[in-house]
């Protein structure tokens, strides 16, 4: 694997590459990402991935400094999954000078959910990805769905802007009881991991009664939170949407998804599974 730290590398092998896709990742890389990876792997010659910790999609609240940087291990584990390229550059090289021009996604779909709760957040990745498509010019992109509001705000970005590279999603790794596997699982007590599937849970018996009929989706989403309160969870949503948009579905109709975030403890875990 190479490691690139420059665009000027980074842009040469891409010119000797053929088909090519690109995951874009902050590090501290667990077995969801290598699985997308591997996945990427499936859609091209060659994968590049990158590693930039992303300050313009931190917010005040957020501690930038303190983000895990694990880059020895995640070499490694890049290696390991036949990985042809790593793009690691600092924040001179991806912004050298101030950002000024950045990605405003629609305000309806950042908004809501996460983005209610960690304002400018999506501006930030959406600014950071279309900088780094630019850079790789790929030809097919890879995200995870287990964040899919940002999934669906780079896909939204992409076809509105017409920039020529495939989004595919990755589906979401879950450990055996469910849990969706997350760089911040580790943050997580032994107490606090044993009980840290029941979001999961929630979000199945949600998913099962809307298959088997059910369009109460208000009773539904506040029986989940409710379960999850009374067992030591601080639960921000748990929200039936649009794939598609992310906004309230009028209707019952195809193409649905529920979503949650909850904070267990110190660690906040987000979650959904498509219905």
């Keep these: 694997m190479q490691i690139h730290t420059t665009v000027e590398s980074l842009r040469a092998a891409r010119r000797a590459a053929s088909r090519v896709a690109l995951v874009p990742t902050m590090g501290?890389?667990?077995?969801?990402h290598i699985t997308l990876m591997r996945q990427a792997g499936e859609h091209a010659d060659e994968v590049i991935a990158s590693i930039f910790v992303n300050r313009l999609q931190f917010g005040p609240k957020d501690d930038f400094d303190k983000y895990p940087r694990t880059l020895d291990a995640d070499c490694e584990k890049l290696e390991a999954a036949g990985v042809a390229h790593l793009f690691t550059p600092n924040e001179s090289v991806m912004y050298p000078t101030r950002q000024?021009?950045?990605v405003d996604p629609d305000p309806a779909q950042v908004a809501t959910l996460e983005g209610s709760f960690r304002p400018g957040?999506?501006?930030?990745?959406?600014?950071?990805v279309l900088k780094l498509l630019n850079i790789v010019q790929p030809?097919?992109?890879?995200?995870?769905?287990?964040?899919?509001?940002q999934l669906m705000v780079l896909r939204n970005m992409v076809n509105q802007l017409a920039i020529p590279v495939d989004v595919l999603p990755g589906e979401t790794v879950r450990a055996d009881d469910g849990l969706a596997l997350s760089s911040r699982n580790?943050?997580?007590?032994?107490?606090?991991?044993?009980?840290a599937s029941r979001i999961y849970r929630c979000l199945s018996r949600i998913r099962d009664a809307i298959r088997g009929g059910d369009t109460h989706f208000d009773?539904?989403?506040?029986?989940a939170?409710?379960?999850?309160?009374?067992n030591r969870w601080q639960p921000d949503y748990i929200s039936v949407r649009r794939q598609s948009d992310l906004q309230v579905p009028?209707?019952?109709?195809?193409?649905?998804?529920?979503?949650a975030a909850a904070r267990l403890g110190a660690t906040r875990l987000i979650d959904n599974l498509e219905i």
Excluded: C, I, W
Excluded at 225 to 230: K, R
């Design 28 to 32: 501290n890389l667990h077995e969801g």
């Design 219 to 223: 009773t539904l989403e506040r029986a």
């Design 139 to 149: 030809d097919v992109a890879l995200f995870g769905k287990k964040d899919y509001q």
């Design 100 to 102: 000024t021009y950045h």
């Design 250 to 259: 009028q209707t019952p109709s195809d193409g649905l998804v529920v979503l």
């Design 121 to 128: 957040h999506f501006r930030g990745v959406a600014t950071v």
């Design 186 to 195: 580790r943050y997580l007590s032994p107490d606090e991991r044993s009980e």
């Design 225 to 230: 939170m409710s379960e999850l309160a009374a």
